[in-house]
């Protein structure tokens, strides 16, 4: 592997090694190439990724984009040293809101900011985020590896992606579908995902966090959706669909339903999962906390006419997820449009 040399003996000193950043790129390009699609048009290099969407059939494409990042959740990635899963996070926060339009995911960048730039490290970064990319069948085109010291403190990074999806207009997933009748159909989730580590960290000290059962529940990466809505799509009308991410039920599921319309959720039929049942006895947390700030075991929820439960169901199954329905639609009785029986 031929390593360029810096010519700026002062920028090294001044704590940036360029020369890390030459084999980090280096180091990167197999974890990179397994998430080549069709459409890309690009090496990793350039001042730019391009890339060329398939319209075959489309009518009226739309471009849907959507960016966010892992939040808190890497502090735990700090504590335990594991740093090849935390990029599953940050594809999966981005690739999931895009798809809650019907957009299916083209092409992601990812953007690593650190205090020293370590190649073995973002290599295990951006093999998470290759996998992430595999997962959501997006192809990973560019991104960004920003040395930073004095700003970051040397073992600690912060990590944040852009994706970019397409959608035929009359395709997409829109809320002024949704009609009472409706059900709504849980997604499970594989732990907290991205969000509330605020609070975990908060309720839980460094000691108990690194201990195996609690750290590698709450250190699960953010499970990945495309292929199941893509399905539902294929075979049937999607009516909603939220990603269940920072404020919970109540936040979110809202978010898909139209003014006038209430999602009566059934407390029994959420299948909790016990680290949230942990983190609820540890803070003395209330369930409507709890439901107001955590995904509780529904990572994402689809909302489908009656008249197709069982097949969305089946559809779901044969994807290899256990889906259940945890709802219905209704008409509000107030602004409310959401409503936990039992909470």
Not at 33 to 54: H, K, N, Q
Not at 72 to 98: E, P, Q, R, S
Not at 272 to 284: D, H, K, M, Q, Y
Not at 303 to 318: F, K, T
């Amino acid at each position: 592997m031929m390593i360029r040399k810096s010519e700026s003996n002062a920028y090294m000193a001044a704590g940036v090694n360029i020369n890390a950043g030459y084999e980090a790129v280096e180091r990167m390009k197999k974890h990179i190439a397994r998430t080549r699609t069709e459409g890309v048009r690009s090496d990793i290099g350039g001042f730019g990724g391009l890339f060329a969407p398939d319209l075959t059939g489309m009518k009226k494409p739309l471009l849907v984009s959507g960016t966010d990042g892992v939040g808190t959740k890497l502090k735990l990635a700090f504590l335990m040293d594991k740093h090849d899963t935390i990029g599953i996070d940050c594809v999966a926060m981005c690739v999931n809101d895009v798809i809650c339009c019907g957009a299916r995911p083209l092409f992601f960048l990812d953007y690593i900011a650190c205090g020293r730039n370590d190649p073995a490290r973002i290599e295990q970064i951006v093999a998470g985020v290759a996998e992430g990319c595999v997962q959501a069948q997006a192809a990973l085109i560019g991104g960004e590896t920003a040395e930073m010291p004095g700003f970051y403190p040397e073992d600690e990074y912060d990590l944040a992606g852009y994706c970019t999806g397409i959608v035929d207009e009359e395709k997409m997933i829109d809320r002024d579908s949704v009609r009472e009748g409706d059900v709504v159909i849980a997604l499970p989730s594989s732990g907290v995902h991205s969000n509330g580590f605020s609070l975990v960290r908060k309720l839980f000290d460094a000691d108990e966090l690194k201990q195996p059962t609690l750290g590698k529940a709450l250190l699960e990466p953010t499970r990945i959706y495309v292929r199941q809505v893509m399905a539902l799509m294929d075979a049937l009308s999607v009516h909603g669909v939220a990603h269940i991410t920072g404020g919970g039920f109540y936040e979110n599921i809202p978010r898909a339903i139209p003014d006038g319309m209430c999602a009566a959720i059934d407390r029994e039929a959420v299948r909790v999962l016990p680290v949230f049942r942990w983190i609820a006895e540890r803070g003395g947390l209330s369930e409507k906390e709890m439901f107001s700030t955590f995904n509780m075991g529904v990572g994402m929820t689809v909302i489908v006419g009656a008249e197709d439960a069982d097949r969305a169901l089946q559809i779901l199954r044969n994807e290899g997820e256990n889906a259940c329905v945890i709802g219905e639609i209704v008409s509000a009785q107030d602004d409310s449009k959401i409503e936990i029986n039992g909470i």
